[in-house]
Each structure stands twice: as C-alpha cells, then as structure tokens.
C-alpha cells in the first residue's frame, strides 16, 4: 500500500499539485 501511495504522489505531482493533496488527504 504504501508504495502505491508513493507512486501515486509522484504521479500527482507531475499532474497537478492540487490532485495531489486530494489523494493525500
């Protein structure tokens, strides 16, 4: 879980900042 929520992160970033805060709250 834990690597797929970095990966997720990582990806949000590249998208969008905002989308990446969304995923991490």
Known sequence: MA???YGLV???K???QK???F???
């Open 10 to 12: 990582k990806r949000s």
């Open 19 to 21: 989308r990446g805060a």
């Open 3 to 5: 690597i797929n929520s």
């Open 14 to 16: 590249q998208t969008g």
């Open 23 to 25: 995923m991490l709250k």
